[in-house]
């Protein structure tokens, strides 16, 4: 990822961040159960203010230490390792791309831009594939 889309991703999370996590993340998983809503189960041990928090406080740790992802790297990968003992499957991701997107889109308003949405989309798929790269070592 250039650093120019990294910019872009950073200062638009600043923005985003200011929101409640609960609310902002409260919308993505809202919209993720109704572009997918056979995931729903998976969260049903799992209170969703809990679950906000958690997604909201993850998000920007990884944005903070983007630049030197490795140091983050085995958090990310021990990340991949517990979606997938929950089952999530390679599929999956994108139905939370385009969640993420939209829930972006959503809060952002007038800001979001195609640059944006691109830098976004880029940032979110590097993340993904960091973390799908576990399914792919442990069938092996």
């Known amino acids: 990822m250039n650093t120019s889309n990294f910019e872009l991703v950073r200062k638009s999370w600043i923005s985003i ?13 809202i919209r993720l159960f109704q572009i997918a ?3 729903k189960g998976m969260f049903k041990n ?18 903070s230490k983007y630049e030197s992802m490795d140091d983050v790297l085995l958090e990310v990968k021990a990340l991949g390792e517990r979606h997938q003992k929950y089952g ?8 939370v791309g385009e969640a ?23 940032f979110y798929e590097t993340l993904a594939a960091k973390m799908k790269s576990v399914s792919l070592i442990n069938s092996h």
Not at 17 to 29: A, L, M, P, Q, R
Not at 88 to 95: G, L, P, R, S
Not at 111 to 118: D, K, R
Request: charged share 25%.
């Open 100 to 122: 993420l997107l939209w829930t972006l889109k959503e809060g952002l308003g007038e800001y979001w831009n195609f640059e944006l949405a691109n830098a976004w989309k880029e």
């Open 17 to 29: 961040s200011k929101i409640d996590y609960e609310v902002v993340c409260g919308t993505f998983y």
């Open 46 to 63: 799992t209170s969703m203010t809990e679950q906000s928090i958690k997604l909201g406080c993850m998000l920007s740790y990884i944005i």
């Open 88 to 95: 999530v499957k390679d599929e999956h991701y994108k139905a």
């Open 37 to 39: 809503p056979e995931l």
